[in-house]
């Protein structure tokens, strides 16, 4: 089986923290021979095209929402399996993250949960948190679909 991934979040060449964590790890999938393609969008990069670096295609946020507006649109035109993101995921306003396989990596940092963090997370097809109490605190909030897999590091 190959994946179509789109990766929503920070750009592989940000120096913040889930830029650097992005880069790591799609970097690694790219290695992979179960990944068919990566395609990203970039948050905070508003455009009208798709333009490719590195072999890797970027489609642009289309107006002020971090990419909420255009997920969809994007999703099917890459024809991507599922998107990863790695992002604040409190600040999404619509349901548009439960029409396709939506798969968040999620910090949840302090309690109680916000109650937008956990009614979006809610929406995902899984949810990949890297602390154990991050995905017990989510699942005692109904996000029943949290799992916990730890942040691998590149010790080089």
């Known amino acids: 089986m190959s994946l179509r991934i789109l ?4 750009a592989p060449w940000m120096s913040t923290g889930y830029g650097r964590l ?11 021979n179960a990944i ?6 970039p948050a905070g990069f ?30 099917k035109d890459f024809k991507a399996d599922i998107v990863v993101s790695v992002t604040d995921h409190w600040i999404w306003h619509t349901e548009v993250w439960k029409r396709f396989r939506w798969v968040p990596i999620a910090f949840p940092d302090h309690k109680p949960l916000g109650a937008s963090l956990v009614r979006n997370l809610k929406m ?13 605190s989510l699942k005692a909030a109904g996000v029943k679909q949290a799992q916990y897999i730890p942040l691998g590091v590149d010790t080089k």
Request: hydrophobic fraction near 40%; proline fraction near 5%.
């Open 7 to 10: 990766w929503h979040g920070a």
């Open 22 to 32: 992005a880069n790591d790890i799609v970097s690694r999938l790219r290695e992979r």
């Open 124 to 136: 995902a097809f899984k949810v990949i948190v890297p602390t154990e109490w991050g995905t017990e």
């Open 36 to 41: 068919e393609d990566i395609a990203w969008l």
């Open 46 to 75: 508003p455009g009208h095209a798709a333009w490719e670096h590195d072999g890797i295609t970027y489609y642009p946020i289309v107006g002020n929402d971090m990419g909420e507006g255009v997920i969809e649109r994007w999703v």
